[in-house]
């Protein structure tokens, strides 16, 4: 085996494993978060929801196995060091450890060709897995996988405001989109805005958000009152676990933001279903795999 073939297997073998990792534990800030939501005042049948979902995450630890049959998409968001010496091999690791994983977890083939309908059965194809590439000083590569159901990615939502309409429009925007989805995307659900920039910088900060572990708010004082404010108006709907009504319709809010043209004001919305399924590692020098 030559070098370079060496080096893509130690990169495949540790995302295979990553992957298994992020469709079957839930992480602990998000197991945390519902049960939490559990004790705290809700409806009998808010309350049983809640319960059923607890005991899915437990027995896809116990079993190994997915906690939802729809494992999503799978999308990457690789922070590669300009010293990591596997840079050449990376995307074709990434690529083969999907078509492995699809196999050997199992995981639901679902990539299918836009124009003929054809699924792939491996879950790669055009585009697909998404990876989302960032450049940065150091000899590491560090790797999130962030398996995106279709029930919460078809909620996406996105609006072009006017200036004028400020922070009250954002509110009024994330609101009323998400009284409008009811229980279609599973809740209780993870909420991310991404605000500012242009219309695909407001989507790429909102899907970013949802990386961030739950209960951490945003740096920015501001933009974490809203976050804070946002979560309370989103609960104080009703919809509930699963939409059968209750006072937990979401577990938190992420906002990103970024500058914006003063003759516009993008708001990007993406949501997270309860799995709210993502995992990461990091990758050294030497191939070392150290999984957070």
Excluded: Y
């Excluded at 990169?11 to 992020?22: G, N, Q, T």
């Excluded at 049959?69 to 690789?78: A, E, L, N, R, W």
């Excluded at 009323?176 to 900060?205: F, N, Q, S, T, Y």
């Excluded at 909102?206 to 572990?213: G, P, V």
Aim: proline content about 5%; aromatic content about 4%.
């Amino acid at each position: 085996m030559t070098m370079a073939k060496l080096r893509k297997k130690i990169i495949e073998d540790a995302v295979v494993e990553l992957i298994r990792k992020a469709v079957v534990e839930l992480p602990e800030d998000v197991e945390e978060a519902l049960r939490m939501a559990r004790g705290g005042e809700e409806s009998a049948i808010a309350s049983s929801q809640l319960d059923a979902i607890l005991e899915n995450v437990r027995l896809a630890k116990k079993k190994w196995a997915p906690m939802c049959q729809d494992t999503g998409t799978i999308t990457f968001f690789v922070e590669c060091g300009l010293d990591f010496p596997f840079r050449r091999e990376l995307e074709g690791a990434l690529v083969s450890a999907v078509r492995r994983a699809t196999e050997e977890v199992p995981l639901r083939p679902n990539a299918v060709d836009v124009f003929t309908g054809k699924n792939s059965g491996d879950n790669t194809g055009a585009g697909i897995p998404a990876i989302n590439w960032l450049l940065v000083n150091g000899d590491e590569c560090r790797i999130i996988v962030f398996p995106k159901g279709a029930g919460s990615e078809n909620m996406s939502a996105l609006a072009m405001l006017q200036p004028g309409e400020g922070i009250e429009g954002v509110k009024k925007f994330v609101v009323e989109k998400v009284r409008a989805m009811g229980g279609k995307p599973c809740p209780p659900i993870i909420v991310g805005v991404g605000i500012g920039g242009g219309a695909d910088v407001a989507m790429k900060l909102a899907k970013k958000s949802l990386l961030r572990k739950l209960g951490e708010p945003n740096k920015n004082g501001s933009a974490a009152a809203l976050e804070k404010e946002l979560k309370g108006k989103i609960n104080a709907l009703g919809i509930g676990p699963m939409g059968l009504g209750g006072n937990t319709t979401c577990l938190a809010v992420h906002v990103e933001a970024a500058h914006r043209h003063p003759a516009s004001l993008p708001i990007g919305l993406v949501v997270q279903c309860w799995a709210d399924r993502r995992a990461s590692m990091t990758i050294d020098a030497e191939g070392g795999a150290r999984f957070e």
